[in-house]
């Protein structure tokens, strides 16, 4: 089981299972919500995550498609998960929210094209131009 929560801990959650991916991504949307460079998160089936505590929503336009939710803790603003609108019943569960850091052990890094070149991370990662599903965004490792 994978737990975690909000900076103030006002909202918690379990996950029952393994991540089924796990990476960063450099899209510009990542970069403004996170005020970093990258967002850092873990693919998962979203009918196994358990909340506890009131998140409020922020649904985030895609020119390219449905909009992505972003959940995030109502009194310290902590972002929680993710739901990819294209990618209905999966979600994105934010790095930086675990109990347990070490649970994170990225793979991939996509949207590498918006990558600032001040934002390189060390190691042996897939990575992609855009979205893995893109046909223009061939894998490369590093």
């Avoid at 801990?9 to 949307?29: D, K, L, M, N, Q």
């Avoid at 005020?35 to 649904?59: F, N, Q």
Wanted: charged letters at 20%.
């Amino acid at each position: 089981m994978i737990t975690g929560r909000c900076h103030c801990g006002s909202v918690s959650y379990e996950y029952h299972g393994e991540p089924i991916w796990a990476g960063f991504c450099h899209c510009r949307t990542c970069q403004r919500l996170t005020g970093s460079g990258h967002s850092c998160s873990l693919g998962a089936a979203r009918d196994r995550l358990v909340i506890r505590g009131e998140t409020r929503t922020y649904p985030v336009p895609r020119p390219d498609g449905p909009p992505s939710v972003r959940h995030f803790c109502p009194t310290c603003g902590s972002q929680i998960f993710g739901e990819p609108g294209s990618l209905p019943g999966f979600i994105s569960i934010y790095a930086g929210t675990l109990d347990d850091p070490d649970v994170f052990q990225p793979t991939n890094a996509i949207f590498t094209r918006c990558r600032p070149s001040w934002d390189h991370i060390k190691g042996d990662l897939q990575e992609f131009a855009g979205h893995p599903s893109e046909p223009v965004a061939a894998a490369r490792p590093r």
